[in-house]
């Protein structure tokens, strides 16, 4: 699912959550943020290691160099090549960039030279720079396109873009190979990290050293980069870590960012400055909150069974959650245990998963670009797959009558089904000129509303398939998720810009003013049943309620989750919140309490999580190194079963007598009501043991007594 060779270089888009890698496995791939999943297949084309990648200054298309000498252009989007490849250096092609106008290519080698490229046609323009007598590491365009710079050997060189000279003299003062070199977003400064541990700062205009260098890596620092702001630089090392720094003061800020276990080959910033994503010889991308230094999920090869989705049956018995291990998994809403066994089928992580109205069926979307239809009382998969989304399928949705399924993908399109022949109703809806991350069927079924990435909302006609007015604007970024009100009356949207936006349906034009309380991207929002209130849940951990008339945020954030909380969604009696996290876990909250703003500030969910990982429904004694199992009770409340886990793996009774012992794999997830179950490694595979007639102690004698 990644990259088999270490990550070389990667870049952040510059119009969407988009990451592009290269690596030593010869293959560029693109990567969504807020997943951390690839989209679409690998880029294939070079035959030696990709050393440097770029995106164009408008996100359509990524430049790559290569080891093979050869130089490649890509269209972003569908990740197909643009042309042929721009041949002419005679050594290892070592970096690329674009200019700030998008019309040049500039590219370093090996063979000592500099070329600089018209994007449009591939053709070079002019003569090669051949002033350095070492080979070129590292190429950057001033912000204001008209000089280049390059590091090569121990020295750093500005060139003139229009004659081709060289601007000064070269930069000096780094004892070992220079690595990496970039401007200043204001052009004033120039940044440069070396072989020799340190990283150096320089006037631009003068060539001039300013400060002392910045030390504290160990080891070659092989990459450095400004964020948006100008105001840090970030560095990769040998020493496995990346370090912040303060470009006044030359100090570091925070401790360094660890939990690489290769070489640091490439950082950089997110456009907005917001996150650092770094990527490794260890075969890694891992993405930091730049302000905590917090490493954001999980690196990129090592994403699993987080979960993605959840969704509440009609009769609001049970909780269908998809996560990124491919299954789907069904909870007793009441008690929290998991339903039979896991659903097998997709063959990459599930996105989204829905309930049909009458709850007979389950239908899921996946990144293995698949729809699949289940049926919800056996798990047996319904039919063949759904294909025809060149994409993954990032939403699922059903008709109000149950006719049809609605689904959308990073294809840009949405998609017709018939429900109870799984084939394609009319042509796919196109109109969005990004990936759709949003759908839902008006209560009536005429209408369609859709979001997307493109920074639009689309309504279209249900049966004709055909729009209904202009697209609806406001928000600043992607928009995830989007839901029509109970009556119909209004819309709802969350985005990535942070906000939520109320819609008249009729008129698409916004109610009020946006919605804003979320510190970072909201990654799903839904209306209660009665249409009083609204839920969203985003990155920054946390779920919030809304009052949909007024748009005033109810009682205090839910908190609790410890990742993304990727999914919410209302019980069908409006009682209960469930919503799924990247820290693994499903949790159900109380929402009784909505009209009593004062209770929520609790921010006590319902239930005790339901937990992939490590049980968060434990009481940890830490004087006595005893783990509490906790039970549910009939009203939802979490009661002690009276039996502990100590830490070499024995349950005890709470008169201390030893029971039995659990292996260690098999000690998360723990549970106890009258039947104690025993996770046995495997996702969805326990051992259940009745404990409702059993005697411990000396008692187990009058089992042959009254028996």
Same mark, same amino acid.
Request: net charge negative; hydrophobic share 30%.
């Given at each position: ?11 952040? *888009? ?11 496995? +010869? ?29 164009? =200054? ?26 042929? $490849? ?35 046609? /591939? ?42 000279? =060289? ?12 690595? *990496? ?46 964020? $948006? ?11 496995? @870590? ?30 907005? #400055? ?67 066994? =896991? ?22 979307? &996946? !990144? ?10 056996? #798990? ?40 109870? @022949? ?17 759908? &839902? ?16 909302? /689309? ?5 004709? #398939? ?19 009100? =109970? ?27 946006? !919605? ?15 249409? /009083? ?41 409006? +009682? ?10 499903? /949790? ?84 106890? $009501? ?5 996770? @046995? ?27």
């Amino acid at each position: 699912m990644g990259h088999t060779r270490w990550v070389t270089c990667l870049a952040y *888009s510059p119009v969407g959550p988009r990451v592009v890698s290269g690596s030593a496995d +010869k293959t560029i791939r693109i990567w969504d943020v807020e997943s951390g999943a690839p989209v679409g297949d690998p880029l294939k084309g070079h035959v030696d290691f990709i050393r440097s990648i770029a995106y164009s =200054p408008d996100g359509r298309h990524i430049v790559s160099g290569s080891d093979d000498k050869t130089i490649r252009i890509w269209d972003a989007e569908s990740g197909d090549p643009v042309g042929d $490849p721009l041949k002419g250096h005679i050594g290892f092609i070592r970096s690329v960039a674009y200019s700030p106008d998008g019309r040049h290519i500039v590219s370093g080698s090996y063979d000592k030279t500099i070329r600089i490229w018209d994007a449009e046609t /591939r053709a070079p323009v002019g003569d090669p720079l051949m002033s350095h007598t070492h080979d070129v590491e590292k190429v950057a365009y001033i912000p204001d396109g008209l000089n280049i710079l390059c590091g090569g050997g121990k020295t750093i060189r500005i060139w003139d873009v229009q004659t081709g000279d =060289p601007v000064g003299e070269p930069l000096k003062g780094h004892t070992g190979w220079i690595m *990496s070199v970039a401007y200043s977003p204001d052009g004033r400064h120039i940044v440069s990290s070396s072989e020799d541990s340190t990283i150096r700062i320089w006037d631009a205009k003068t060539g001039a050293p300013v400060g002392e260098p910045l030390r504290g890596h160990i080891g070659h620092v092989y990459s450095v980069s400004y964020s $948006p702001d100008g105001r840090h630089i970030i560095s990769g090392a040998d020493d496995q @870590t990346i370090r912040t720094w303060n470009t006044k003061t030359g100090a570091p800020v925070g401790k360094p960012l660890e939990g690489h276990t290769g070489q640091i080959e490439c950082v950089t910033y997110s456009p907005d #400055g917001r996150y650092i994503v770094s990527g490794s010889t260890d075969k890694t991308i891992r993405i930091w909150d730049a302000k905590t230094g917090a490493p954001f999920g999980e690196p990129s090869k090592a994403l699993t069974n987080w979960m993605s989705t959840v969704a509440y049956s009609p009769d609001g018995r049970y909780i269908a959650s998809g996560s990124n291990d491919s299954l789907i998994r069904i909870w007793d809403a009441e008690t929290g245990a998991p339903v039979d066994e =896991p659903l097998v089928g997709h063959t990459d992580g599930v996105i989204c998963v829905l309930y049909s109205p009458d709850g007979r069926h389950l239908v899921s979307g &996946s !990144l293995d670009q698949t729809i699949r239809i289940w049926d919800a009382a056996t #798990g047996a998969p319904v039919g063949n797959p759904l294909k025809g989304h060149a994409g993954p399928v990032i939403r699922v949705a059903y008709s109000p009558d149950g006719q049809h399924i609605l689904s959308c993908s990073t294809d840009k399109t949405v998609r017709i089904w018939d429900a109870q @022949t799984g084939t394609s109703v009319g042509k796919p809806l196109g109109g969005h000129t990004e990936s759709v991350n949003g759908i &839902s069927y008006s209560p009536d079924g005429r209408r369609i509303v859709s979001s997307s990435y493109d920074l639009t909302i /689309r309504i279209w006609n249900a049966e004709t #398939g055909s729009l209904v007015g202009g697209p609806l604007e406001g928000h600043t970024f992607g928009i995830p998720s989007v839901a029509y009100s =109970p009556d119909g009356r209004h819309i709802i949207s969350g985005s990535h810009d942070k906000t939520i936006r109320i819609w008249d349906a009729e008129t698409g034009t916004p109610v009020g003013d946006p !919605l804003k309380g979320h510190t970072e991207w909201i990654l799903s929002v839904a209306y209660s049943p009665d249409g /009083r209130h609204l839920a969203s849940s985003s990155m920054d951990q946390t779920i919030r309620m809304w009052d949909a008339t007024t748009g005033a945020s109810v009682g205090d954030p839910l908190k609790g989750h410890i990742g993304s909380v990727t999914s919410t969604s209302y019980s069908p009696d409006g +009682k209960h919140i469930v919503s799924s996290s990247k820290d693994k876990t499903i /949790r159900i909250w109380d929402a009784k309490s909505v009209d009593s703003p004062g209770d929520l500030s609790k921010g006590r969910p319902s239930t005790t999580p339901i937990d992939m990982s490590s049980p968060d429904g434990r009481d940890v004694s830490e004087a006595d190194n005893m783990t509490q199992i906790w039970n549910t009770d009939m009203s939802g409340g979490v009661v002690p079963s009276g039996l502990h886990l100590d830490r070499n793996g024995w349950v005890n009774q709470a008169n201390g007598g030893l029971l039995f012992w659990v292996p260690e794999d098999c000690r998360n997830g723990l549970t106890c $009501p009258a039947i104690l179950t025993i996770p @046995t490694g495997g996702f969805g595979n326990v051992v259940r043991l009745d404990l409702s007639d059993a005697c411990f102690g000396g008692s187990w004698e009058q089992i042959k007594t009254n028996s």
